[in-house]
């Protein structure tokens, strides 16, 4: 399809963008951080100039703006934006799966708190081995202890995915 994509309705796509950013309590920085963007690629989306091609950054902002995968492609064709899917409840887990973890942990992953993300993280230098991850908040939160807290955990995520091998740092093995 030979699609005139300066025609496509940036100045819509703009405006969507920065009200759903608004509406979530988030600078330009803070969604540019959730989304792993750089500011100036939410900025230049805000401004609303048309453009030659589909900017990645639109697709890396969609979830934390509330909407489902495509919905920038749609504000661009003329329509609204499609909200993100309800999360939906896990399908129950057989419990001896869980009696193999600590206890700590199964507290953690029964807890009622909200689901905030959660990572598989490879372990540097170890083939195979890797860690797993569930963020929780507090279930009394405000839009914006939850926006912080997300914030919070992505700072961390990166650094945990940015660990020194034992390459890098040959005392990370010997616990010095």
């Known amino acids: 399809m030979n699609q005139d994509r300066t025609k496509l309705a940036w100045r819509e796509l703009a405006s969507a963008i920065r009200n759903a950013r608004e509406k979530r309590g988030l600078s330009q920085m803070a969604l540019a951080e959730l989304a792993g963007v750089s500011e100036g690629s939410v900025q230049n989306l805000e401004k609303g100039d048309s453009r030659t091609r589909i900017p990645p950054t639109i697709a890396k902002l969609e979830p934390h703006l509330g909407w489902a995968r495509g919905a920038g492609m749609e504000i661009l064709e ?99």
Do not use: F, Y
């Open 78 to 176: 003329g329509g609204e934006p499609t909200p993100a899917p309800a999360p939906t409840e896990p399908a129950e887990k057989p419990a001896r799966n869980l009696k193999s973890l600590p206890l700590r942990i199964v507290d953690e992953l029964e807890s009622d708190d909200p689901l905030l993300d959660s990572a598989v993280i490879q372990l540097p230098g170890v083939g195979g081995a890797r860690m797993a991850v569930v963020v929780r908040g507090n279930p009394d939160a405000t839009p914006q202890e939850i926006q912080d807290a997300l914030l919070a955990w992505r700072r961390t995520e990166r650094a945990l995915r940015h660990l020194p091998g034992d390459d890098e740092d040959g005392r990370a093995a010997q616990g010095s």
